[in-house]
C-alpha cells in the first residue's frame, strides 16, 4: 500500500484570520479617532497670523510688562505655566488649551506613539498573512498612528516641538495618498476575487491541485484551507470551488472537521452560494471519494446551488482534474481551459539498500537511500515515486505480442524506449497497430509517496519502506519495486511538500510518536532539530515488536540521546512485554499535558491509522481532552501523519 499520509494543512489559520480582522478593525476605528482629534485640534487653531506662547514663552522672549498690561490681574491668576496660551501679534489671547484638554492633548500623543509599536509588532506577528491583509494592516496603522501622535507636534500645538504649519499639512497630505493607494488597492484585489478555491486535504494533494489552478489564474480565486472558512463567508463569492479528499472509512480530512460541524448546524446558507466539487479519492477504498459528496449534499440542503456533478478523481487521476477544469472555466470566464499539471520528476540515482530486519521476512523493511543532487526539501517532507512494473516480465510480454520493447515512444512528453513506456503504465496485455499507438492509449501509474527519512544536510535522500504485500500474498507494486532496487538503478521521484509535518518557525520542546515506518519522519525531523545548537526537551515513543529485531534507526536514536539533541526515549517492545504505546502514554499523561498545556510543545505522530494512529488519538483525546486536542490540531501544535 502507498504511504500516503494523513495531515490537515490551514493556508491561513482561522485564529490568525480573526485575529487580522479584529485588528483591521481596531485600526480603522484609530483611524476616524484620530482624524476626529485632529479636526478638534484644527479648530483650536485661529486663522489670524499668529505668535503661540507659553507662559514662560512670554516672559522669556517677550517685553513681560507689555503682556502683563494686556491682562487684569484676574486673567493672570487664570493661567499657570502648564497651560498653552495663543497670542496674537498685539499679546491679546486668541485661544489657549486649558490644563485638562492639554494633559488630554499629551495622553494620547504618548498613547499614540505606543499604538504605533503595538501595530509593529503585531504587524510582524502576521507577516505570513496574505499580502493585502500586511498591507492593509500597514496602511491604516501608519495613518492612524500619524493621525494621532502627530495632530499635537504637526500643528504647532506643542510649543518646544512643533514643525511648521506648513511641513504638517506636507505631511499629512503624504499619509493620506499612502493610505488611498493602499485603499485603491486593496479594494481591486478584493474585488477580482470573484471565487472562492478552497481545500481540505491530509497529505498535501487537494492543496498542491488547487495551488496550480491558483497559479493560472491568481486573480480570479481567492486560495484557503476550508479549516480556516466558515459557511457565512461562501456567500461572499460568486462561485466556491472545493476540492476535497477522502479519508478514513470516507470521513473528512481532519481540518475539514470544524467545518463540516458548523455547517452541519446552519440552517440555511443567508446568501446565494453557486458551488462545484472536485473529490479526491481512491477506488480501493469502500467509500470511494466519499467526504467529496457528502459534501455536496450538504450544501444543497443549505440551499447552495451545484453548478457541476461532483467530479471523482481516482488516485490523481489527471484527465479527471482536466475535465473539472473545463467544466469550470465556462462558470469562471476563463478561456484557457487547460491546465498544466505537469510533472517535474527527477531521476535519483539509489546508494543503498538494506533490508534491516532479515529475521522478519514477512515484514521486511528497507531503508533506501539516493543520491541528492540538487533537490532541496525540509525535514518531514515527502519522496513521490513513479512506481514501475518489472522491466524483465515486461519485455517478455512485448515480445509475445510481437512489439520490439527498444523502439523509441513519446509517453507523457518524454523519448523513451516502448518497455519503459509500458512498465510505467496501466498496460494489462492489450494490442495495438504500432508502438506509438499503443502508448497514446495508457495512462501513467499514479505516483505513491513516503516520508523521507534523512534531513536536508545530508548528502543522501533516504525513505523507510516496508514490503508490501496484500491478503492474498500478491505483492504490492510500489513497495516491492522499491525494496528491489539495486544500487545505481535510476528511479523517477520528486519531493513532495509536507507543509503540516514540518519543524515550526518557533523553537519547542517536541513529543514525537511513532510505530513500525511511521518512525521514518520522526528521524528526519529530529535530525533537523540536531542541527539546532540550542537543545530543547524532545521525547520519542516507539511502538515496535521486539528490540532484538526491529529497533530502526537504533545507531541514529543513540547518537541523539548522546548528544542530548532527542532527551527522552520511551519504546514500546510490544512482544517483549513492553506493552503498546498508548500503554506507554498513559503512564506518562500527566507530563504529556504538561508538555502540552505548560510548555507548548508539539506532537508527531506517525504511522498506520488502524490500530496504531486510531487508538493513539483516541488516548491523546483522553489525555488531552477532546475539546483541547481538537483545538491543539486547528492551531497545529498536534501534527498527524497517518497511512
Ligand atoms: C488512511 C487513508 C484513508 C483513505 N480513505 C479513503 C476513503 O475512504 N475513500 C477514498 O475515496 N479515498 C480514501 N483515501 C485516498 C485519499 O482520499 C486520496 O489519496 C487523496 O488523493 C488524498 O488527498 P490529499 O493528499 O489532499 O489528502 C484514503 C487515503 C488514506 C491514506
Redesign the pocket.
Given at each position: 500500500m502507498s504511504q500516503?499520509?494523513?495531515y490537515g494543512k490551514n493556508l491561513i489559520n482561522s485564529q490568525h484570520a480573526n485575529l487580522s480582522y479584529l485588528l483591521n478593525l481596531f485600526i480603522k476605528l484609530l483611524f476616524l479617532l484620530g482624524f476626529v482629534l485632529w479636526a478638534w485640534m484644527f479648530s483650536l487653531n485661529s486663522s489670524h497670523t499668529q505668535t503661540r506662547f507659553s507662559i514662560e514663552g512670554v516672559t522669556q522672549h517677550s517685553n513681560g510688562e507689555k503682556v502683563f498690561d494686556s491682562f487684569t490681574i484676574k486673567q493672570l491668576e487664570f493661567f499657570d505655566e502648564t497651560r498653552l496660551i495663543v497670542l496674537n501679534q498685539e499679546f491679546e489671547i486668541i485661544n489657549y488649551l486649558s490644563s485638562i484638554q492639554l494633559a488630554i492633548a499629551h495622553l494620547l500623543e504618548q498613547i499614540g506613539l505606543l499604538f504605533c509599536a503595538v501595530i509593529v509588532v503585531i504587524s510582524l506577528l502576521l507577516w505570513h498573512q496574505k499580502k493585502q491583509h500586511k498591507l492593509s494592516l500597514f496602511a491604516f496603522g501608519f495613518v492612524a498612528c500619524a493621525l494621532f501622535s502627530g495632530c499635537f507636534t504637526l500643528f504647532n500645538l506643542d510649543v518646544n516641538n512643533g514643525l511648521s504649519l506648513y511641513a504638517s499639512i506636507g505631511i499629512l497630505i503624504v499619509c493620506f495618498v499612502f493610505y488611498a493607494c493602499c485603499y485603491s488597492l486593496l479594494n481591486a484585489r478584493s474585488q477580482t476575487a470573484s471565487t472562492l478555491l478552497a481545500?481540505a486535504?491530509?497529505?498535501?494533494?487537494?492543496?498542491s491541485i488547487a495551488e496550480r489552478f491558483h497559479k493560472q489564474l491568481p486573480n480570479t480565486f481567492d486560495l484557503r484551507c476550508l479549516s480556516s472558512l466558515t459557511p457565512d463567508c461562501l456567500g461572499q463569492y460568486r462561485q466556491v470551488l472545493l476540492i476535497a479528499?477522502?479519508?478514513?472509512?470516507?470521513?473528512p480530512?481532519e481540518t475539514a472537521v470544524t467545518f463540516l460541524n458548523k455547517m452541519k448546524k446552519t440552517q440555511t446558507l443567508t446568501s446565494k452560494v453557486n458551488f462545484s466539487i472536485l473529490a479526491?479519492?481512491?477506488?480501493t477504498?469502500?467509500?470511494?471519494?466519499?467526504f467529496g459528496h457528502q459534501l455536496a449534499h450538504l450544501l444543497s440542503s443549505k440551499g447552495a446551488k451545484q453548478i457541476t456533478d461532483v467530479i471523482e478523481?481516482d488516485?490523481?487521476d489527471k484527465d479527471a482534474i482536466g475535465h473539472w477544469w473545463q467544466q469550470i472555466s465556462h462558470f469562471i470566464g476563463n478561456e484557457q481551459s487547460t491546465v498544466s499539471l505537469s510533472d517535474n520528476y527527477h531521476r535519483l540515482n539509489t546508494r543503498s539498500n538494506t533490508l534491516v530486519n532479515p529475521k522478519k521476512p514477512k515484514r521486511a523493511a528497507h531503508r533506501i537511500t539516493f543520491k541528492n543532487e540538487g533537490l532541496t526539501y525540509q525535514a518531514g517532507d515527502l519522496l513521490e515515486v513513479i512506481p514501475k512494473y518489472d522491466a524483465i516480465k515486461c519485455q517478455q510480454m512485448l515480445r509475445e505480442k510481437g512489439f520490439d520493447c527498444q523502439q523509441q515512444v513519446i509517453f507523457q512528453n518524454t523519448e523513451m524506449p516502448l518497455f519503459e513506456a509500458v512498465r510505467q503504465s496501466n498496460w494489462l496485455g492489450e494490442n495495438a497497430t504500432s508502438a506509438q499507438q499503443l502508448v497514446d492509449v495508457l495512462k501513467p501509474l499514479p505516483p505513491r509517496v513516503y516520508s523521507i527519512a534523512s534531513a536536508p544536510h545530508e548528502s543522501n535522500i533516504e525513505i523507510f519502506v516496508r514490503r508490501h504485500f496484500d491478503d492474498l500474498g500478491k505483492p504490492g507494486l510500489a513497495s516491492n519495486y522499491l525494496c528491489d532496487l539495486s544500487e545505481n538503478e535510476l528511479i523517477s521521484a520528486r519531493i513532495k511538500h509536507h507543509a503540516n509535518f514540518n519543524l515550526p518557525k518557533r523553537h519547542c520542546p517536541t513529543i514525537l510518536i511513532g510505530a513500525g515506518t511511521g518512525i521514518a519522519p520522526l528521524i528526519s525531523l529530529l535530525k533537523g532539530m540536531s542541527v539546532n545548537e540550542q537543545r530543547l526537551p524532545a521525547w520519542l515513543f516507539f511502538g515496535e515488536q521486539s528490540k532484538s529485531t526491529d529497533f530502526y534507526f537504533k545507531d541514529e536514536i543513540n547518537a541523539m540521546l548522546s548528544d542530548k539533541s532527542l532527551t527522552h526515549f520511551t519504546p514500546a517492545w510490544s512482544r517483549d512485554g513492553g506493552g503498546y504505546i498508548t500503554e506507554q502514554l498513559e503512564l506518562h499523561a500527566s507530563s504529556i499535558k504538561k508538555w502540552m498545556l505548560d510548555d507548548n510543545a508539539m506532537i508527531y505522530l506517525c504511522g498506520k491509522?488502524k490500530g496504531f494512529g486510531d487508538s493513539v488519538i483516541s488516548c491523546l483525546k483522553s489525555i488531552l481532552e477532546e475539546r483541547v486536542y481538537q483545538s491543539l490540531i486547528e492551531a497545529k501544535c498536534i501534527r498527524v501523519d497517518?497511512?
Open positions: 500516503l499520509v494523513k481545500f486535504s491530509q497529505s498535501g494533494t487537494a492543496m479528499s477522502t479519508y478514513g472509512e470516507g470521513a480530512p479526491l479519492g481512491d477506488r477504498y469502500q467509500h470511494f471519494c466519499a478523481v488516485r490523481g491509522q497517518l497511512y
